[in-house]
C-alpha cells in the first residue's frame, strides 16, 4: 500500500515565523501536490511537482514555497506565518502519466492541523 | 475555470436508510474518483471511474459515471455509522499535468 506521511499532525507557530512541513512517500510516485483544506472552502492546491526540483503553482500559491531535491520528500514552506495561514495542510502524491486510470489517483497524507497565533 | 458540484452538501440519516450523492460538472474529464475523508484525517480514495456509462460495486456502495462522463452518483445500500464522513469526487483530464479538480463534498452522517 501506498504510504504518505506528513511531518506533524499538528503545529502551533507564532505569527512571522517560517513553517517547514515536510511530507514524505514510499511509492516512488512522480508527483506530489500540497494543498489547504477550510470549511466552506474544499480542498485548494497550493504547488505541485511532476518531477524532481521542478513545481508548479496551484490555485493559492501565495505565501508559500516549496521544495523538492528528491523525488520521495516534497517541502511545503511557510516564509513568514501569518494567521490567516491557520488551515488543515495536506500532502498528496500520485503515480503520473504512464500509469494508464492510475496516473490520477491521488493518495494522502494524514494532514498537518497547523495554528497560527 | 473547470467546477466540479456535489450536491447535498450535507446529508444526515438513520442507519439502514439508502442513499445518492451526486457530482456534476459541465466538463468533461477522462476519469473520475471518489474520496472518503474522516473527520481529522486525509481523503481515502475509494474508486476511479473511466468508461462513460461505467458501474462500480464496492461492497454496498455502488458509482457511476455519467455516459458523457460530466457527471457521477454514489449510492449506499444500508447506510452504517461507519459510512460517516466528507465524500469527494475528484476530476481528471489529460492535459492538465496529473492535476484533478476536486468538488467541494458532501457530509454524511449515519445516526445509529
Known amino acids: 500500500d501506498v504510504k504518505v506521511t506528513q511531518s506533524s499532525r499538528y503545529l502551533v507557530k507564532r505569527t512571522g515565523e517560517k513553517v517547514f512541513l515536510e511530507c514524505v512517500q514510499d511509492?516512488?510516485?512522480?508527483?506530489m501536490f500540497w494543498y489547504r483544506q477550510d470549511p466552506g472552502l474544499g480542498l485548494r492546491l497550493i504547488y505541485f511537482?511532476?518531477?524532481?526540483?521542478?513545481?508548479e503553482k496551484g490555485d493559492i500559491p501565495e505565501g508559500y514555497s516549496v521544495s523538492r531535491e528528491k523525488k520521495e520528500r516534497f517541502s511545503l514552506i511557510l516564509e513568514s506565518a501569518s494567521t490567516n495561514q491557520t488551515s488543515m495542510y495536506l500532502c498528496?502524491?500520485?503515480?503520473?502519466?504512464?500509469?494508464?486510470?492510475?496516473?490520477?489517483?491521488?493518495?494522502f497524507g494524514p494532514g498537518t492541523r497547523l495554528t497560527v497565533t | 475555470t473547470q467546477l466540479l458540484e456535489q450536491s447535498p452538501q450535507f446529508l444526515s440519516i438513520q442507519e439502514g436508510e439508502n442513499l445518492t450523492v451526486y457530482c456534476n460538472s459541465s466538463?468533461?474529464?477522462?476519469?473520475l474518483q471518489w474520496y472518503r475523508q474522516e473527520p481529522g484525517e486525509g481523503p481515502v480514495l475509494l474508486v476511479t471511474?473511466?468508461?462513460?456509462?461505467e458501474v462500480k460495486k464496492l461492497k454496498r456502495l455502488t458509482f457511476q459515471f455519467g455516459d458523457a462522463r460530466k457527471d457521477s452518483s454514489l449510492h449506499i445500500t444500508a447506510a452504517q455509522p461507519g459510512d460517516t464522513g466528507l465524500y469527494l469526487c475528484?476530476?481528471?483530464?489529460?492535459?492538465?499535468?496529473?492535476?484533478?479538480?476536486f468538488g467541494p463534498g458532501t457530509s454524511l452522517s449515519v445516526i445509529p
Open positions: 498528496a502524491s500520485s503515480p503520473g502519466r504512464g500509469e494508464g486510470t492510475r496516473s490520477y489517483e491521488q493518495y
Open positions: 511509492m516512488d510516485h512522480e508527483n
Open positions: 511537482s511532476y518531477d524532481v526540483k521542478m513545481k
Open positions: 466538463s468533461v474529464f477522462s476519469s
Open positions: 471511474v473511466v468508461t462513460g456509462g
Open positions: 475528484a476530476g481528471s483530464r489529460i492535459t492538465s499535468y496529473d492535476k484533478v479538480i
